[in-house]
């Protein structure tokens, strides 16, 4: 099915872990980015790349870094991880001629 | 700053009943709002407003956007229970940006 992926679902570290979120789409969109959501924050951009080759900071990029690798697929790590960053995250794509976002079905990361 | 505000937070209403939802906004560079729909996972796109006075429908939704007054509303009407979800207003700032409110959580009783 067409759309965006990502994995894993579901995960657990520990405080000063590290990991990576995998996130792949395959509607040749040339935009991707990373959100966080919390309750009563909304989503949150960490992290976007408007082409393949191009990344660029949102709104709460401190203590992730992202690669894309190519024009189907954007990562997101998570070098030494802290409690604040238990949240779900989602991956989301994009096409600015088309309607908006398309999004991942989400991460839930416990931070322990 | 760019914001979003969503109104009410949440609320709850029976079947049948009609619910509106608000949007307000203050962003630079405007270029679209947008709804979502998110029940236990990802969003899922409603609508996309580009233009003032518009309506735009689907179903027992509608929205229309002000671009004057800044704000967008979302209308459920005859609401059903698998309406039941957190709904998201976005807007788009420039190319890539998209700025989200923080959801009105709707619960629809039978």
């Known amino acids: 099915n067409a759309g965006v992926t990502q994995t894993p679902k579901f995960q657990v570290l520990k405080t000063g872990q590290s990991m990576t979120l995998q996130c792949a789409q395959d509607?040749?969109?040339?935009?991707m980015y990373w959100y966080r959501q919390d309750p009563g924050m909304g989503l949150r951009l960490i992290y976007y790349s408007a082409s393949e080759g191009t990344t660029d900071k949102g709104e709460v990029p401190n203590g992730y870094n992202v690669s894309r690798l190519n024009k189907r697929e954007f990562s997101l790590r998570l070098e030494s991880a802290a409690p604040s960053q238990t949240s779900v995250y989602f991956c989301?794509?994009?096409?600015?001629?088309?309607?908006?976002?398309?999004f991942g079905s989400g991460t839930r990361l416990t931070v322990v | 700053e760019d914001k979003v505000v969503q109104s009410p937070l949440s609320l709850v209403v029976h079947e049948g009943d009609t619910v509106t939802l608000n949007c307000s906004y203050e962003?630079?560079?405007?270029?679209?709002l947008l709804w979502y729909k998110q029940e236990k996972k990802a969003p899922t796109f409603l609508f996309m407003l580009t233009s003032s006075g518009i309506e735009k429908k689907s179903g027992r939704l509608s929205s229309i956007l002000d671009k004057k007054e800044l704000f967008s509303i979302l209308n459920i009407t005859a609401t059903q229970t698998g309406d039941s979800a957190v709904y998201l207003c976005a807007v788009a700032s420039g190319t890539y940006k998209y700025i989200f409110g923080t959801g009105t959580r709707l619960k629809v009783l039978a």
């Open positions: 989301a794509s994009s096409d600015p001629g088309g309607t908006g976002y398309t």
């Open positions: 509607m040749n969109h040339n935009s």
């Open positions: 962003v630079t560079n405007f270029r679209s």
